[in-house]
């Protein structure tokens, strides 16, 4: 089963790709965080990357597919978090998808407010080592600054810093939104409002995702 998860800068797709990953056994793969681990290392994408990603911008097309092609297939299944972000992208995923076994079978758009995504955005802080996501409000490291999840370092992303965030958040409306488009043309797009506390929103992912499961009623 492969599920892509949609929804701007804010919406909690990691954070709920997470927990989803934890309690299904399907396999969690983020570009952003693949690509964080990319600029943690130094590699040649790492160096070609931060700058798009510190500005908000969208690293090119090329790169990503390239990134992500090996590991779009997983016994388990597989959860896309931040992947496809382009009309693009989405057809190359269902160019690679013809090779495999199977297509995507689900999308799901995480919808929330603008001012709410603003406001989480700039609680919002990450652990450089194991990506732990944190809101510094409501759900703050134990101790300031250090993962409880591994000891690293938690920080402020430097894409969520306001200049970044209203940059990105364009970058969503004018590049990803297209792609909402794209699969609505091809099938449904199952809409979550993603308001509410994240154990609400775990719940109704949870139970769309139950219901999408081949074998499973709907109801
Ligand atoms: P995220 O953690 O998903 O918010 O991604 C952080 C940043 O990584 C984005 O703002 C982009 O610069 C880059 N990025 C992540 N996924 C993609 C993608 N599918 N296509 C292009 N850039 C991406």
Do not use: W
Request: net charge negative; aromatic share 4%.
């Amino acid at each position: 089963m492969r599920i892509v998860l949609m929804g701007p800068p804010g919406a909690g797709k990691g954070t709920q790709a997470r927990r989803l990953s934890e309690s299904t056994g399907m396999k969690h793969l983020s570009t952003g965080d693949m690509l964080r681990a990319e600029v943690a290392s130094g590699s040649e994408l790492g160096l070609l990357a931060k700058g798009f990603m510190d500005r908000g911008d969208l690293v090119p097309d090329f790169h990503i597919i390239a990134m992500i092609q090996q590991h779009i297939d997983h016994p388990a299944g597989i959860l896309l978090d931040g992947f496809p972000r382009t009309v693009v992208q989405a057809k190359a995923l269902d160019e690679a998808l013809e090779q495999t076994t199977t297509p995507v079978d689900q999308v799901i758009h995480m919808s929330v407010d603008i001012d709410e995504l603003v406001k989480r955005l700039s609680n919002r802080a990450l652990c450089g080592d194991c990506q732990t996501p944190y809101s510094l409000e409501s759900d703050p490291p134990s101790q300031p600054g250090i993962c409880d999840n591994c000891g690293g370092s938690v920080a402020v992303r430097v894409d969520d810093r306001p200049e970044a965030v209203t940059h990105r958040m364009k970058v969503y409306q004018d590049l990803t939104a297209p792609v909402l488009d794209y699969y609505k043309s091809h099938g449904d797009v199952v809409e979550i409002v993603a308001t509410g506390s994240p154990d609400e929103v775990f719940e109704k992912l949870s139970q769309t995702i139950k219901s999408g499961m081949p074998g499973v009623n709907a109801n």
